[in-house]
């Protein structure tokens, strides 16, 4: 099932709901379990959180994501204006690819995430994005 969510609305689904992907354009989103994480989000606006569960693909455009819990994100892409927090939970969680826009944001600095693949800048220098990785961290260049 696909939902769109739009700006103004607060939505909160408990483990009843069977969710493919979500489309965010606004408002606050909260999903509590891990029978209902979504395979994709496409996010423009607004504010999710996602507190259990495994998400292939998180494309965020525009707002605040918050993962919290365990789990595994294959896909993250954090577009100019949007943020992935995952300060809220210290439990451990993986990031499989990353993908950081310009004027994008990552924060992690309690370092609960394994970023598998490291944090990739598209079209972009560290100076142009917001990355907070915690403290004594090693950034390895590398070709693209």
């Not at 354009?25 to 569960?53: E, M």
């Not at 595994?72 to 577009?79: F, K, Y």
């Not at 560290?126 to 915690?134: A, F, I, M, R």
Request: one cysteine or more; a negative charge; charged letters at 10%.
């Amino acid at each position: 099932m696909a939902v769109p969510i739009a700006s103004g609305a607060k939505q909160s689904a408990g483990t009843g709901l069977t969710l493919t992907t979500l489309n965010q354009s606004g408002g606050i989103v909260v999903l509590q379990g891990f029978a209902n994480t979504p395979t994709l989000v496409n996010k423009t606006a607004g504010t999710l959180t996602i507190n259990a569960g495994s998400v292939t693909t998180v494309t965020n455009d525009g707002g605040r994501f918050n993962y919290n819990g365990v789990g595994t994100i294959t896909t993250l892409n954090i577009s100019d204006g949007a943020e992935a927090n995952f300060t809220q939970d210290m439990s451990d969680r993986t990031v499989t690819n990353a993908n950081l826009y310009k004027g994008g944001s990552i924060i992690d600095n309690f370092k609960t995430v394994t970023w598998t693949n490291g944090v990739d800048l598209v079209r972009c220098g560290l100076n142009e994005v917001s990355l907070d990785l915690g403290i004594h961290v090693t950034i390895t260049p590398s070709a693209v």
